[in-house]
């Protein structure tokens, strides 16, 4: 199962909105609706952003937002903020094992 | 309140076999499942599986079958993950992580084990 793809980085202003894309096959992505995001600080561990595509869990602010379409997810966040700096990885349920995306550096300049 | 708490750090020589311990509280460990993930120095997250806390229904990755055994202890809320035949590239943060929220997302995690694999 290779891992989902990911841009390695992405830029933006406080204030802006940015999109990071995951896409995958339809064995994965393409085949279910159990699409997650995780936010990673350095040194910490992830945190559940977004779950079933779009979902966001308690406590998530509702800057950020998932979607779908085919074999490629998508997160929104909007009105970026400087703490919103870290690493974001997709997760797919792919049948059996789940696999991560390559992980996307936000920045915010 | 709801955590999960892993033993420390482990350094281990090639071959030898290392067993991470996750500790539950804050909820009912029996009704959710514990994943296990894995992260290289610098690179990204690896789902190395998952079990059952119910039933001790197991799931491994592919790449980790027969080396990798995952069991709870249920009279402890505690999860185990214990990786034989070590190698230098399994070196890595190890975390456990339970699914409370829906089955399909992992929304609890622990602080992260470091295992070191060096001779």
């Known amino acids: 199962q290779s891992a989902l793809t990911q841009p390695r980085s992405v830029s933006g202003s406080p204030g802006q909105s940015v999109t990071i894309s995951c896409t995958g096959t339809s064995s994965d992505v393409g085949g279910y609706n159990y699409v997650s995001w995780y936010q990673q600080h350095p040194g910490k561990a992830p945190k559940l952003m977004i779950y079933?595509?779009?979902k966001r869990p308690s406590g998530v602010p509702d800057r950020f937002s998932g979607s779908k379409s085919g074999n490629t997810a998508s997160l929104t966040i909007s009105g970026l903020q400087a703490e919103d700096e870290a690493d974001y990885y997709c997760?797919?349920?792919?049948?059996?094992?789940?696999?991560f995306g390559t992980g996307t550096k936000v920045t915010v300049l | 309140q709801v955590q999960l708490v892993q033993s420390g750090a482990e350094v281990k020589k090639p071959g030898a076999s290392v067993k991470v311990s996750c500790k539950a509280s804050g909820y009912t460990f029996t009704s959710y499942g514990i994943s296990w993930v894995r992260q290289a120095p610098g690179q990204g997250l690896e789902w190395m599986g998952w079990?059952?806390?119910?039933?001790?229904?197991?799931n491994y990755a592919q790449k980790l079958q027969g080396r990798v055994t995952m069991t709870t202890d249920t009279s402890t809320s505690t999860a185990y993950m214990e990786l034989r035949s070590l190698r230098s590239d399994d070196t890595a943060v190890y975390y456990c992580?339970?699914?409370?929220?829906?089955?399909?997302?992992?929304?609890?995690w622990g602080q992260g084990t470091m295992v070191t694999v060096s001779s």
């Open positions: 079990i059952s806390a119910y039933n001790g229904n197991t």
């Open positions: 997760c797919s349920y792919a049948g059996s094992p789940y696999v």
């Open positions: 079933d595509v779009s």
């Open positions: 992580a339970s699914s409370t929220v829906t089955h399909d997302a992992f929304d609890i």
